[in-house]
């Protein structure tokens, strides 16, 4: 079934689109952040809830997303080295 | 006339008419089923309750409040998508199972006492495992055996007690168990049980390993079935006896968290969604530990929300099993060339758990994480934004990422069948309804009046920057490589306890009392030994005294004599 069709996401290049698509996206979420908490500052709309302080840094939830996303992923692999277990080790 | 049974009942009643019908006949009899109750519910105004008396106690076996009543819609609606899922099934057993499991479900959160609690309880265990033995292999089999040993461990841990807090207060009624100050250390043994055997079903840490055992070795349909009920019928029994009980705050957070590591590097992808299960019941115990009318609308919106998301989750990586035979990350890859409508819903499923805005985990999450910033709780609202992130690699990545994209592993199969392929369009087009939508369901959340807005602008920025930056970081890591591959293997969790150092320490301790005995034979004195083996064997072997049936008069006998020895020593202590 269909064996021979070539899709879009098999061109390596459209891979590297989707890649800096992100990265741009990111970019522009960074910068909408920005915009947004200055408009904030001239009073003209309101930035959003700041409970803690830290939470109303200029892109804290982008940086926190990334660091925590990589962090977790890390701290899987290094728990892996203890955990893993061939798969027959229960029978 | 329809109005006046039990809520479930239908389903349990009807369940037991299904062998009765031709095999091709039966599916669309689990069709009807829950329709039926559906159209039952909705003639149930709150406060409708019928009672029962047994012995000095009374049953309320019915209590209609606006709590049960949503955890009823959301289980008769995924009762029917699941059965529209299962159309294409020709087991009996299975069938009859499902119907069983869903109204015993259904009948628990009616319940308004807890003896009735109990029986339904117990119930959702026992009809829950055909489910699980339906798979019909050996590694199911003992797995479903492990599930019905704690299942049905929590139902008498329950009645356990049941008993001793009816004992002590002269109450059966099922409502708020905890005190006003929430302190599970000031509570009653009798309810400290009770809390303990909800928290078995939800899955608590330590207490959870069932379900990442048993789900992956449910059938194909049976694992969405499972994913409904079980756990969120303790989320309701919790939300409705423990609201604003402390110790669920630190606890809930940890259940996001902890799951979120294994899920990284689980290979079989429907344990992965288990992990996963786990780590979304987590932010509903927050909300129940919080136990403010915002908190406990956002836990009861987030179980709906989630039943929804998550079955879909467990319908599309069981039309990956039911078509490649096989849900291990390491076989599977590039599936969306021949499953794209699969995919698209798996897409769905996944932005809707990772709280993506537009899709239905956002405007519910969002409420518990909202009553946590509120109340300045830095820790805990630090650690659920941790497990957002986790959501976002486990559910959100891993699981569309590793079955349709990666790498193309060759596999080309038919798209999942057409049953299966309605019910999982009309799982996520309910996802994105509610997410874009959500007034309706605030609508029907127990308390009323609260006002939440999900969509602001603020809000939905910070969303968005968490998980696309997120999902940035998957990029990374995986153009880097640093992104771990995934490797056949089971990882140790909890259950190495149960399943493997308890059968060790049982044959050691065998081994060493057969050691005893055989040094007793060589070095004592072997013929005191024999002797006293004779002994043994005369008293209690098959012509012993103590092993003759005795006559109801010898019985009678020792019985007087014995209340005569009673007497005698009362008398005497007086």
Sequence with gaps: MNDNKKYWLDDRRNIDRLYWGLVAVCVILGVADLVWFMLGAAELVHYRHVYFGWDGWINFYGFFGFAAFWCIVIAGKNLRRFLWRPEDYYD | ?574
Aim: glycine letters at 10%; a neutral charge; one cysteine or more.
């Design chain 2, 1 to 574: 006339m329809i109005e006046a049974l039990p809520p479930g009942l239908i389903l349990i009643l009807g369940a037991l008419l299904i062998p009765l019908f031709q095999k091709r006949l039966q599916p669309i009899l689990t069709l009807a089923l829950p329709f039926l109750g559906l159209v039952q519910l909705l003639m149930l105004e709150p406060g409708v309750s019928h009672q029962l008396r047994l012995f000095d106690y009374e049953l309320v076996v019915v209590r209609v409040d606006r709590l049960s009543l949503i955890f009823g819609y959301i289980f008769h609606l995924a009762a029917f998508l699941a059965a529209v899922y299962a159309l294409h099934v020709r087991d009996t057993v299975q069938h009859v199972a499902a119907m069983i499991y869903v109204g015993a479900a259904v009948g628990a959160v009616f319940a308004g006492d807890l003896v009735t609690l109990f029986i339904y309880w117990e119930l959702t265990a026992i009809s829950s495992v055909f489910l699980i033995w339906a798979t019909r292999t050996e590694a199911a089999y003992r797995s479903g055996m492990r599930y019905l040993v704690i299942q049905v461990g929590s139902g008498v841990l329950l009645l356990a007690g049941v008993i001793i807090h009816a004992s002590a207060t002269g109450s059966i009624v099922f409502g708020k168990l905890i005190g006003e100050d929430g302190l599970l250390s000031a509570a009653s043994p009798g309810v400290v049980l009770i809390f303990v055997a909800f928290g078995v079903k939800s899955a608590f840490p330590f207490l959870h390993n069932w379900l990442q055992d048993s789900y992956p070795n449910g059938t194909v349909t049976g694992t969405v079935f499972l994913s409904a009920f079980t756990t969120k019928l303790a989320i309701y029994a919790l939300a409705r006896g423990f609201p604003g009980t402390e110790i669920l705050i630190p606890m809930g957070v940890v259940m996001t968290l902890f799951p979120v590591f294994y899920a990284v590097i689980e290979n079989d992808l429907r344990k992965v969604l288990a992990y996963s299960l786990n780590n979304q019941l987590g932010y509903m115990v927050v909300g129940i530990g919080i136990g403010t009318e915002l908190a406990l609308n956002g836990t009861v919106s987030h179980a709906f929300a989630h039943i929804l998301y998550k079955a879909l989750l467990f319908m599309t990586m069981g039309a990956v099993l039911y078509r490649v035979g096989t849900t291990k990350a390491t076989e599977l890859g590039g599936l969306y060339k021949s499953m794209p409508v699969t995919t698209v819903c798996c897409l769905i499923a996944a932005a809707s758990i990772s709280g993506f805005p537009f899709f239905s985990g956002f405007v519910t999450k969002s409420m518990v994480m909202a009553e946590v910033e509120h109340l300045h709780l830095t820790w805990i609202f630090l650690g659920l934004l941790i497990a957002s992130a986790g959501v976002m690699e486990h559910s959100g990545i891993k699981i569309p990422y590793f079955a349709f994209f990666s790498h193309d592993s060759g596999i080309r199969v038919k798209e999942a069948p057409w049953n299966m392929l309605v019910a999982m369009v009309a799982g996520a087009f309910l996802c994105v309804a509610i997410g874009l939508y959500p007034a309706p369901l605030y609508e029907i959340l127990p308390f009323q009046g609260i006002d939440y807005e999900p969509y602001t602008t603020g809000h939905v920025l910070t969303y968005f920057q968490l998980l696309i930056f997120a999902i940035l970081a998957f990029a990374v890591l995986v153009r880097t490589g640093i992104y771990p591959p995934e490797k056949r293997g089971v990882n140790l969790d909890f259950d190495w306890t149960y399943r493997k150092a308890l059968p060790a320490m049982i044959s050691w301790v065998a081994r060493l009392g057969g050691g005893v005995g055989e040094r007793l034979h060589a070095g004592v004195s072997s013929q005191l030994v024999d002797r006293t083996y004779r002994l043994i064997y005369r008293l209690h072997g098959p012509t012993g005294v103590f092993a003759r049936t005795w006559s109801t008069g010898a019985i009678a006998f020792w019985a007087v004599v014995g209340l005569f020895g009673f007497l005698l020593l009362y008398l005497w202590g007086r």
